[in-house]
């Protein structure tokens, strides 16, 4: 499998599946957050359908700990969690009204762990805090962005869907690692405000998301790269391809 690779103890690695999809790894610990494997919102509306397919299929992942932001079907996907062969192993950590939806989708209520905005949780070292995003849409009002430390004190902040505002900015975090939406549409972040955010947390790199998969909820990375460079961080911003590792 694909993160069946050996990591120095101080490193870390991780890998983009599209949209906002990652898998994330150090020290043996194995993280998935948001994966989109399916074509269940191009079912939904074929003018949504994927660009391309799965770069993996739910079924092969394992992972010890599976991150869910909001429920949206591509942030939440049934179709990739009923493939999902290892429920009753993992822990899933999602805001409370996914949290919901998960248990509906057969994982072990005793495997869900409610983390909103503002908390925080461990499992076996892994340290989770929710951070505040503003929702999109009033059926995500419990949308939630997560910073994920690792035992090592590498760290990971996934910024989830989130609209633009002030109280964004001051309540990131600094991270190692940012990703972040950048499409600019449904209420998303686009290019401008993603660097905004960026400065906001001051990573040492950043990855843009939310671009990829979608013919009518596209936006070039490059851009988002340019506003960078603007910014004087273009060092800073990793354009990444899909299931390509990036390690630091």
């Known amino acids: 499998m694909f993160y069946d690779i050996d990591l120095p103890d101080k490193s870390a690695a991780l890998w983009f599946f599209g949209q906002a999809g990652y898998y994330l790894k150090a020290q043996g610990h194995g993280i998935l957050i948001d994966p989109y494997l399916s074509d269940s919102v191009g079912r939904s509306d074929v003018r949504f359908a994927r660009q391309y397919p799965s770069p993996v299929q739910a079924g092969d992942i394992k992972a010890d700990i599976y991150i869910v932001t909001h ?37 072990p209520k005793g495997n869900i762990h409610i983390c909103d905005s503002g908390d925080s949780i461990e499992l076996d070292g892994v340290i989770i805090k929710g ?5 999109t849409s009033p059926d995500v009002l419990d949308t939630t962005g997560y910073l994920i430390s690792f035992p090592n004190g590498k760290s990971v902040y996934h ?27 449904d209420g998303n972040l686009n290019v401008q405000e993603a660097v905004e955010m960026t400065k906001a947390v001051d990573p040492l790199y950043v990855i843009p998301n939310h671009y990829d998969m979608m013919a009518l909820n596209a936006e070039n990375p490059e851009v988002f790269q340019y506003y960078c460079g603007e ?16 390690i630091w």
């Open 231 to 246: 910014a004087g961080i273009e060092k800073k911003c990793v354009i990444m391809s899909v299931i390509d590792p990036f």
């Open 131 to 135: 951070v505040f995003a503003l929702g």
């Open 159 to 185: 910024s989830s869907d989130t609209a633009y505002c002030r109280l964004l900015l001051e309540a990131c975090p600094h991270a190692d690692v940012l990703l972040v939406c950048i499409n600019g549409k």
């Open 71 to 107: 429920d949206h079907l591509d942030h939440l996907d049934p179709e990739t969690i009923a493939q999902y062969r290892y429920k009753d192993s993992t822990q899933f950590v999602a805001p409370r009204f996914a949290a919901k939806k998960l248990a509906v989708l057969g994982v």
